[in-house]
């Protein structure tokens, strides 16, 4: 009886560890992300649309929007890529997407499609994507080398991804390490998927945004 009870709890534990080794990094509520992520302060730092401007659009491309929180970006990225393209809005948050789909709505938005994803593998419904952005979210992720490879892999040949994020010693999560990615450990886990440098834009003083090809 021992014996199976140690059994029992060791399972639990695992579990248990399992649940935390797979949840997103400081989630929160959608209500609170709202708050936070929509604040006419947050959204000036954005830049969204030079942001967008860099990244060299065209219409009839396809672009997945990667942890798009409450879609900030899409209605920019709609734009660039009309007509023809496509926008696909990610995140592993069911009632952000529930969200995008109403601003998409308001902004009498057609092209943008959301996209329900996993923790390590955005699961995007086509392997022809010709630019991922990646905006202050790779911090978010816990196992980040899987999922770059993973979203690499959703590429088209010629295919990009973007990642914009803090400087560690500049960004509001300086006493947090689990929460800091540097641009030398961005540039080392996009080269193990299989990209190479194409573009390091200076854009942002607190922030790096890199671009890698397939």
């Not at 601003?103 to 329900?116: G, H, P």
């Not at 992720?141 to 590429?155: E, H, M, P, S, V």
């Not at 914009?164 to 509001?172: C, N």
Request: aromatic residues 6%.
């Amino acid at each position: 009886m021992l014996t199976r009870f140690r059994c029992l709890a060791a399972a639990a534990l695992l579990l248990s560890f399992n649940a935390v080794a797979g949840a997103q990094l400081a989630s929160r509520p959608v209500d609170e992300w709202v708050k936070t992520l929509d604040t006419p302060q947050r959204i000036e730092t954005l830049k969204i649309d030079q942001v967008v401007q860099k990244l060299k659009l065209k219409p009839g491309s396809i672009v997945a929007d990667i942890g798009a929180g409450t879609g900030l970006f899409e209605g920019a990225l709609a734009a660039a890529v009309a007509p023809g393209g496509t926008v696909y809005a990610e995140d592993i948050d069911k009632d952000l997407l529930a969200h995008i789909d109403q601003r998409a709505k308001e902004l009498k938005v057609s092209n943008v499609r959301t996209v329900l994803g996993a923790f390590t593998d955005p699961k995007l419904p086509v392997r022809t994507v010709d630019l991922a952005l990646i905006n202050d979210v790779l911090h978010h992720i816990q196992d980040r080398a899987a999922f770059l490879k993973n979203l690499a892999g959703y590429l088209k040949p010629g295919g990009r991804i973007a990642i914009i994020d803090f400087v560690p010693e500049k960004g509001g999560h300086r006493d947090q390490p689990e929460l800091q990615v540097t641009k030398d450990q961005a540039r080392a886990w996009l080269t193990s998927a299989g990209l190479k440098p194409a573009e390091d834009i200076d854009l942002f003083q607190e922030k790096y945004f890199l671009i890698f090809s397939r």
